[in-house]
Every structure is written in C-alpha cells, then in structure tokens.
C-alpha cells in the first residue's frame, strides 16, 4: 500500500533569503494547479502563440505567452510586435485575485489593493533555462508573484546590485510561490536548469515546468 505520508511531508529545509524575498512551499493545491494549465493552454491557443523571445541575436530556451502587456526585447506593448502584431488577452480577474491572496500569504500590508496589468507565462522543456536578470522593464515597484507548476527548477536569487554572489539557491517545485518584493524587487534572478521528471503526478504538466510572474507595469495606454 502507498504510504499516505511519504516524504513529500517531511518540511523542505527553510533557505533564508534576502530582505523582501519570499518563498511559499507549496502555495497552490493540486486541483489550482491542474486549473491553472488548462488556463495556460487556452492562452497558447492564441490571439499570440507561444514563441521564444529573441534578445538581440539570441533567442530564449523558454517559451512564453503574455497576458495584459506583450513583453519583448523593446520592454511593453499591448501589441505582440515582435511576434504577429496581434493585441495579448486581458488579465482576467481571478490572476487579480490569486496575485492578492499570494501577497497576503506572505504578509504584504499592500496585498488588497495589488492588481497586476500584466502576466508573462513561460514554459520550460527539461533544456530550458534563464540566465541572472533583473525584471526592470516595469515602470512600478509593485511586487513580481511567480508560480510554478509542474517540473520543479534550481533556482538563484542574489541582489539588485550585481550578477556576481551573493546568491541564494533554492528548488521551485510544483504549487510553489515566490515573491519578489521591497528590497529584493530588483534583486537578478535566474532558472539554472529544470529537473526533468519531478511534476507531481495531477499538477496537469508532465515533462514541462509552466512559470507565471504577475506584475504591476505602471504603463497606461
Ligand atoms: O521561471 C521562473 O521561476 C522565473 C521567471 C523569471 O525570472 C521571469 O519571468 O523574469
């Protein structure tokens, strides 16, 4: 008999992290997961498809659809200029609400009146990976909301000054939240590489790992 209490209960070890950084083991339920896919496969079916972002000459391993802002080499546009020209969808209200109720898990006084214009979901095959950067296209400081879904990742967060130590690794695994917040907003940050055949079985992904960052942009139209 499978053992209801396997380790998966046993608490994975705490790495304390820098002023403002958040990580929330475990934040989404299963079913929220499995949800949340279906969600992301709709947005892939279109106006915009899934496609890697090319910076300068290189093209992203991961793959990405955004929501409310297309995000691309250039910063923000409603448009996704870079890939149809096509308008993104809108953030729906429930992205509103989930960037909410992340805020208040980590105790954010502000959480209530959070609302994210913008959501850049990115999908990861077990090559995929995203070099030490900064999310700095944003015109407000308002906190980053990341959560993962399905194959879980080694993870780097350092500081805003500099790409060089110190860093703080840790694993992201399925149903995991991460915050990027107060001094660590700016902090570079990075996916080092996915650990390919670790999804949950019923997260809804299998040999993939979904990423969604929720964001404030402070643009307008
Ligand atoms: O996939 C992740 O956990 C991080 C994603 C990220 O760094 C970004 O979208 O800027």
Request: hydrophobic share 40%; charged share 20%; net charge negative.
């Amino acid at each position: 008999m499978e053992p209801l209490f396997g380790d998966d209960v046993l608490p994975r070890p705490a790495v304390a992290l820098p002023e403002g950084a958040h990580h929330v083991p475990g934040f989404l339920s299963l079913e929220q997961q499995r949800w949340i896919v279906e969600r992301f496969d709709e947005w892939a079916a279109g106006p915009v498809p899934l496609h890697s972002t090319v910076i300068g000459t290189h093209s992203m391993s991961v793959r990405t659809v955004c929501l409310g802002w297309h995000w691309h080499a250039g910063g923000y546009s409603r448009e996704a200029v870079d890939v149809n020209g096509r308008r993104v969808l809108e953030v729906p209200g429930w992205v509103v609400r989930l960037g909410r109720a992340a805020l208040d898990a980590v105790g954010d006084p502000h959480a209530g009146r959070y609302t994210p214009d913008a959501v850049l979901a990115n999908l990861y095959d077990a090559q995929a990976h995203m070099g030490l950067h900064q999310d700095r296209d944003e015109q407000s400081l308002a906190p980053v909301v990341s959560l993962s879904i399905g194959d879980a990742c080694r993870f780097r967060i350092g500081t805003p000054q500099t790409r060089a130590r110190p860093h703080w690794d840790l694993e992201l695994r399925s149903g995991d939240l991460f915050v990027f917040g107060g001094p660590s907003r700016l902090a570079f940050h990075g996916v080092r590489s996915v650990l390919p055949g670790t999804a949950p079985q019923g997260c809804g992904l299998s040999g993939h790992r979904l990423n969604l960052t929720l964001r404030m942009t402070g643009l307008s139209d």
